[in-house]
Nanobody, 123 residues
Framework: QVQLVESGGGLVQAGGSLRLSCAASGRTFNRDTMAWFRQTPGKERDFVAAIGWSTGRTYYTDSVKGRFTISRDNAKNTVYLQMDSLKPEETALYYC????????????????WGQGTQVTVSS
């Protein structure tokens, strides 16, 4: 089994920054893409950003381009999400996910998920 453990969430004022981390462990699998999603109560889990594990190519949803940066440290089996200029509407539970498929913005493409880390942005 593959385990993903997120950390780094918390409370921040609007305009502030947070850095999320996702550490992967467990059995080796053909990990092609790692991604971050976010979800608020009663809503769908939305794609935020993704990175090709071997290529390092990055993808972002339009609303976070220029403010969020996804990166990975292959040696540490960890993916990061640097979030700057945060907005109150970005308050959500942020999830890390892993897929053996190529780039995909749909949650159904991702087989492994972390437990989520809460990000709260106050106005």
């Amino acid at each position: 089994q593959v385990q993903l453990v997120e950390s780094g969430g918390g409370l921040v004022q609007a305009g502030g920054s947070l850095r999320l981390s996702c550490a992967a462990s467990g059995r080796t699998f053909n990990r092609d893409t790692m991604a971050w999603f976010r979800q608020t109560p009663g809503k769908e889990r939305d794609f935020v950003a993704a990175i090709g594990w071997s290529t390092g190519r990055t993808y972002y949803t339009d609303s976070v381009k220029g403010r969020f940066t996804i990166s990975r440290d292959n040696a540490k089996n960890t993916v990061y999400l640097q979030m700057d200029s945060l907005k109150p509407e970005e308050t959500a539970l942020y999830y890390c996910a892993a897929s053996s498929l190529g780039y995909c913005t749909l949650s159904g493409c991702y087989r492994y998920w972390g437990q989520g880390t809460q990000v709260t942005v106050s106005s």
